[in-house]
């Protein structure tokens, strides 16, 4: 009887050691998210090296191999100019939540320096952590395009004569792809010929 109490009183004791070995796993470690690519339209965007030309109007992309929370997601992920402003976009997921999309709001300004964020504020859907990384880029140079010319509300065309111009009143208007700036535009223009 003696040693029957011994063995049980064992038994418990390597019952009693074990048990913490079976305890959950901690409640506030749930891994890491991995990050699979970030692409600008289809441009792949490189973690701390900057990405030329950049389209004004991409649509930024980000997968990763887990569910994110999408309410970190608006922390998380942002657009910043180069004085760390955050730049208005609109967010998206896919349907699995594997990929965040953000579209600005505004296109972004002609070959300027930029930052697509991923922060360590970005969480998975199963509380999963993401150490954070920047992506900068730099967009692409604007390039005027002139659209339209009419003098006197007759269209202009390379190579054809205008007939029947009045010119004791002309006007001259022409469309650009893009605003012009009105303190530097005036120098480029001028008009010449006649008596």
């Known amino acids: ?13 390597l019952f009693l050691a074990w048990l913490p070995a079976c305890k959950p796993d901690d409640p506030g470690n749930h891994g890491t998210l991995q990050l699979v690519w970030a692409k600008a339209g289809d441009i792949q965007l490189a973690a701390g090296s900057i ?5 004004v109007n991409a649509i930024f992309r980000i997968e990763f191999t887990a569910a994110l929370d999408t309410a970190s997601a608006h922390a998380g992920v942002q657009i910043l100019d180069a004085m760390g402003n955050k730049v208005d976009a609109a967010y998206g997921f ?45 967009t692409l140079p604007g390039k005027l395009v002139l659209q339209s010319v009419t003098l006197n509300g007759k269209p202009w065309q390379a190579g054809k004569t205008l007939k ?20 530097t535009y005036s120098s480029f223009f ?5 008596k």
Request: net charge negative; proline share 9%.
């Open 51 to 55: 990405a030329p030309d950049i389209p």
């Open 94 to 138: 896919s349907d699995d939540l594997l990929q965040i999309h953000l579209s600005p709001v505004q296109r972004l300004a002609y070959a300027a320096d930029y930052r697509l964020s991923v922060g360590s504020d970005l969480k998975g859907k199963a509380g999963e952590t993401f150490p954070g990384v920047p992506f900068p880029f730099t």
């Open 164 to 183: 029947d111009i009045d010119f004791k009143e002309i006007t001259l208007a022409a469309s650009f792809s893009d605003p012009l700036d009105p303190g």
């Open 1 to 13: 009887m003696q040693q029957i109490r011994r063995i049980l009183i064992g038994l418990s004791g």
């Open 190 to 194: 001028s008009i010449s010929g006649g």
